[in-house]
């Protein structure tokens, strides 16, 4: 009995065989079907080789929300190059709420406003990368996969001993409250006042003003070596004496998570603005480098996404089994073509199988049919 079951088991097991095997001797090679399985066979690898690349690639994913954090400090990490002496220019924050920020973290160095042969060809490559970025956005993406986590390395100028150091280098951060603000440069050191603050600026001579600037690096977050800022590479040139540079940053607070870092940093866009002050002509107030920001309601979430291991095998099959049936349907479709066209495809192929049918009938005919030299009519002995 328990035979009798095995032997039923398999006998249903093979009628549900969905792939029954054909006999060699039923099978026909073509020097045709062979040039079509090895197109089909090429196609599958490229295919396969090209897919494995594109699994191995990441996308970057954005994603927004409401900024519900209030309560931080925002950090301003700053580094840029004034073409005044130190000792003439002061730099401070005031924000909203007419809270003075101590500008603590910030130092000043006695430098050269011309650069380097060296620094000339970053500052031209960063030009580049700028310009490039306004064109093609994609660019971004690459910039944030190529973030690292960790404190950038500092940046070491030679100085000249043989020249004069006519600029100053402001570099350093400050911590300031996530509200509106300004963040100038203007004559004279600041100094506290019970109604803001005040810049002492009447031991100045008003010859030595020089706001020709130059933004190495301005950023607000952390600070994440590989991200360039919008502002990064700028650089001003004035001739004029009482001239007075603005830029109105939107700040985008912004999570980054890619594989190699996961920080919290923030974006932002910029508007320029320049004028000379000249009070006879109605042009009023005071020449310097005012950079007003202001935080976005908005949070941008980006984050590095990869496709799972079983949506590549999926895509993977589907090449296999599409290039399969599709090569096979054309190589049937090219044979018909090729039949017609060479008049080998015969509508009347059936034609002798159907005159081999009426010959045993005709042959029965003529056994019934009587000898002509037979005399019916006599009798038979």
Known sequence: MRRLNKKKALTLVRELDAFPKVPESYVESSASGGTVSIIAFSAMAVLAFLEFFVYRDTWMKYEYEVDKDFSSKLRINIDMTVAMRCQYIGADVLDLAETMVASDGLKYEAVNFELSPQQKIWHMTLLHIQERLRVEHSLQDLIFKSAMKGSPPAESRSVDSSTSLNACRIHGHLYVNKVAGNFHITVGKSIPHPRGHAHLAALVSHDSFNFSHRID?????????????????????????????????????????????????????????????????????????????????????????????????????????????????????????????????????????????????????????????????QPVS
């Open 217 to 377: 690096h301005l950023s607000f977050g952390e600070d994440i070596p590989g991200v360039i800022s919008t502002l990064d590479g700028t650089e001003k040139v004035t001739t004029d004496a009482n001239h007075m540079f603005q830029y109105f940053i939107t700040i985008v607070p912004t999570k980054l998570n890619t594989y190699n870092v996961a920080a919290d940093m923030h974006q932002y866009s910029v508007t320029e603005r320049e004028r000379t002050i000249n009070h006879a002509a109605g042009s009023h107030g005071i020449s310097g480098i005012f950079m007003k920001y202001d935080m976005s309601s908005l949070m941008v979430k980006v984050s590095e996404q990869h496709m799972p291991l079983w949506k590549f095998l999926v895509r993977l099959c589907g090449i296999v089994g599409g290039i399969f049936s599709t090569t096979g349907m054309l190589h049937s479709v090219m044979g018909f073509v090729v039949d017609v066209v060479c008049c080998r495809f015969q509508m009347g192929i059936y034609k002798p199988l159907k005159s081999q049918e009426d010959h045993p009938m005709k042959m029965q005919e003529e056994q019934a049919a009587p000898p002509a030299d037979i005399n019916l009519s």
